[in-house]
């Protein structure tokens, strides 16, 4: 997929060839939907309980599906069809929607893209951090100590991304995009059997109707409310794609339109999704009941076999070097357009080296003094919050709450009303605001159980000191 917008090119007529088809943009839809979020899926649903875990799980697919057909309406406008082509999400909120909507949205967009480093440095350190410890007690014994400090596995994670971070672009990258692509679906899968396999060592239905009950499981009251708030936003962030909509919408061709075809594409991967989703976060639900784990590869869920564990989370590992890279990089690339256009004459800035790479004859990495420095230090910085706030469920869950309601239904819903022409006081305004509404308090709802559990945890934890 190509991430940059093509300024002043229009319609039919803008040069590009887009050989994009349905089945192409379907895989996108997976391969973008399916995530490091799947591995809290039977936490999420084992505190919500076995009749409304599947219902939330089912109208999250509904709502994403609902406001993502929306979204593709806007590819183009005026006209969905015919009208001029928006090559990015932002620019589709500009044309539809004004400048300052895209400072809105912008914001939205970069706080989620760099929460989810943070989130993505937690949980590759825990998964790096469940090999080492699933060796041991491979080697020890289930009984042994071989709890540890991820500290040194965070560290080593931030080096690896300040040394990818230099390359210039996405483009620069694809090859471990795909990588990583592959990877997430090795581990669902992995993970998946696992659990097929938990459930049939026993054969019992774990769980209860109304979830984990906090009077059995030693919970406080406050503590059960924070949990099941903060799986919803767990949910939210397993569903999260609506920021590359358009510029998976961008690659198909047409005809049929690219609405038609992306509506078809998105009912198709979210329907794929969802079904696997069920099956992994019911299934986990019933294989270990209200002791189902926050991550389901890391959690000590599974000890044996355990090159087959050590498997899935090297996987997680490569999949989230791949997708830290993906999320970092437009946000190094707005944070140097800036400079770059404040201090034209800077030669700290716009000079350029090369640096031949090692085994090429011709291949050589360009790069500045001012990328160098300023890519590593957000890094460094963004590790050190990694270190402070180590806490895998929370974390995703106020990364899905604080992404849900901005991107995936309140810009859809404004940029359709805005197309469409739909008035105040019509039938489907009133729907289409009662649903964006519905969907902000659940944000905000996720939002306060997620900050509540961080709070909680951040009371008996100590600073850069992380242990697993």
Known sequence: MNLEKRVGEEGEDDGQEREGTLLSATAHVVTAVIGSGVLALAWSVAQLGWIVG?????????????????????YRSPHPVTGTRNYTYMGAVRSYLGPRSVLMCGIAQYVNLWGAMVGYTVTATRSMEAIRRSNCFHKNGHDAKCGGSGNLFMILFGVMQVLLS??????????????????????????????????????????????????????????????????????????????????????????????????????????????????????????????????????????????????????????????YQVYSQPIFASIEKSIASNWPEAKFIHTIYLLRLPFTKENSLKFTLSK????????????????????????????????????????????????????????????????????LLVSLLASVGSMADIVQSLKHAKPFNTQY
């Not at 986990?284 to 599974?302: D, E």
């Not at 890519?375 to 992404?403: C, K, Q, Y």
């Open 54 to 74: 599947p219902i939330v799980l089912c109208w999250f697919a509904w709502v994403t599906f609902y406001t993502s057909a929306l979204l593709s309406d806007c």
């Open 166 to 323: 230099q390359f210039p672009n996405l483009e620069n990258i694809t090859w471990l995009s795909l990588v990583a692509a592959l990877m997430s679906f090795v581990y669902s899968f992995i993970g998946l059997c696992l659990c097929i396999a938990k459930w049939a060592s026993h054969g019992d239905l774990k769980g209860s109707s109304t979830g984990v009950m906090a009077s059995t499981n030693h919970l406080s009251s406050s503590n059960k409310t924070w949990h099941t708030l903060q799986a919803l936003g767990n949910i939210a962030f397993a569903y999260t794609f609506a920021e590359v909509l358009i510029e998976i919408q961008d690659t198909l061709k047409s005809p049929p339109s690219e609405t038609q075809t992306m509506k078809k594409a998105t009912i198709y991967g979210i329907g794929i999704t969802t079904i696997f989703y069920l099956s992994l976060g019911c299934i986990g639900y019933a294989a270990f009941g209200s002791n189902a784990p926050g991550n389901i590869l890391t959690g000590f869920g599974f000890y044996e076999p355990f090159w087959l564990v050590d498997l899935a989370n090297f996987c997680i590992v490569i999949h989230l070097v791949g997708a």
């Open 372 to 439: 160098v420095i300023l890519r590593s230090i957000f890094i460094i910085f963004t590790t050190l919050v990694a270190m402070l706030l180590p806490f895998f469920n929370a974390i995703l869950g106020l990364l899905g709450a604080i992404s849900f309601w901005p991107l995936t239904v309140y810009f859809p819903v404004k940029m359709y009303m805005a197309q469409a022409k739909i008035k105040r006081g019509m039938p489907k305004w009133g729907f289409l605001q009662s649903l964006s509404f519905l969907c």
